[in-house]
């Protein structure tokens, strides 16, 4: 295949809620992919999911009703890996975060695709050497990890192994970019990548509050996305902070509250582990907050999402 083409087909493997907004991603581009599950449930599930997934993207405005019909016409659930991964330029594994797994996935892959069909893997936060291990052509194996869901945010991080070749880098750049993703680039790998420890830093903080109880799970969900996230939305932390102490920049915000910010690092929450009962009053707080709104939720912070998104789109001048 030429450089800059697009994929004649995607092939995902693994039917979950990451695969399957995979394929409705590269459905709603009018691109060819089939989907393959080991599970039958999986499988069948995909049959339903993907669909709905794909034309919520245009009611959400986010795909064109025609590219979207042409693109499911060529969806296919595949009955076997093999017939899944023939053909496919681009296979993406989105089978859950299980190493040992990942990589007897990729050694059978490699068994029947073809030699310039690019791999990448959905994992969260293990290194790509691991994911990879098995594989002989490591040169075109990386980490293409999407946010949830995955049709709707743009960002992806891609995190190349030791003996990624640039020309992969480059060609899942391309991919991404022509499905209007957004691909940020590691320099080395690290556990979690860097949207994962992210998160998980924040979170352990939020969950921390909950279960000290200064505040209720509802409440704290607010403060986060009409707060620090809302900012960060518009110009990410560094950014925000740069701006906060006008055009003196961060120079002068460091002088003037790096104080207090030592303070709050000092009390911020450094344990590793929920226990048990930890775990239990978490699901606790926040199943009487949410119970029994999930679909609701879920349709909900969808149209949340691409209103957000379309201002960003329409704002952007850099």
């Avoid at 959905?122 to 949830?148: K, T, W």
């Avoid at 029994?292 to 704002?315: F, N, T, V, W, Y």
Wanted: hydrophobic residues 45%; charged residues 20%.
């Amino acid at each position: 295949m030429t450089g800059g083409a697009l994929p004649r087909k995607v092939a995902v493997v693994g039917a979950g809620d990451i695969g399957c907004g995979w394929a409705a991603l590269c459905a709603s581009a009018g691109w060819p992919v089939s989907v393959f599950d080991a599970s039958a449930r999986g499988l069948e599930r995909a049959s339903q999911e993907v669909p709905r997934r794909t034309r919520a993207l245009v009611a959400l405005e986010r795909a064109t009703q025609g590219i979207v019909e042409r693109g499911l016409l060529e969806f296919a659930q595949a009955r076997s890996l093999l017939q899944a991964v023939q053909d496919a330029d681009w296979v993406i594994e989105a089978i859950p975060e299980d190493v040992i797994a990942k990589q007897k996935l990729f050694e059978s892959i490699e068994q029947v695709a073809a030699n310039d069909t690019l791999f990448t893997s959905s994992s969260s936060g293990i290194a790509p050497a691991d994911v990879f291990a098995r594989c002989r052509r490591q040169d075109r194996c990386l980490v293409a990890h999407p946010l949830n869901p995955p049709e709707l945010v743009p960002l992806v991080e891609l995190v190349p192994a030791a003996r990624t070749a640039t020309s992969a880098i480059t060609r899942a750049q391309d991919y991404l970019r022509s499905l209007g993703r957004m691909p940020i680039l590691l320099k080395k790998p690290i556990a979690g990548y860097v949207v994962g420890r992210i998160a998980a830093s924040v979170w352990r903080q939020c969950i921390d509050l909950v279960l000290q109880g200064v505040i209720d799970v509802d409440d704290l969900d607010r403060a986060v996305s009409l707060g620090p996230a809302l900012g960060w939305a518009a110009a990410g932390p560094h950014l925000t902070y740069h701006l906060a102490a006008g055009d003196e920049g961060v120079t002068v915000f460091l002088q003037q509250l790096l104080g207090s910010f030592e303070g709050w690092w000092a009390q911020l929450p450094t344990w590793h582990k929920l226990e048990p009962e930890q775990q239990r009053a978490l699901i606790q707080s926040i199943e009487r907050a949410y119970r029994g709104k999930i679909p609701e939720l879920r349709e909900a912070r969808d149209r949340r999402l691409s209103a957000i998104l379309r201002a960003l789109e329409q704002s952007r001048t850099t």
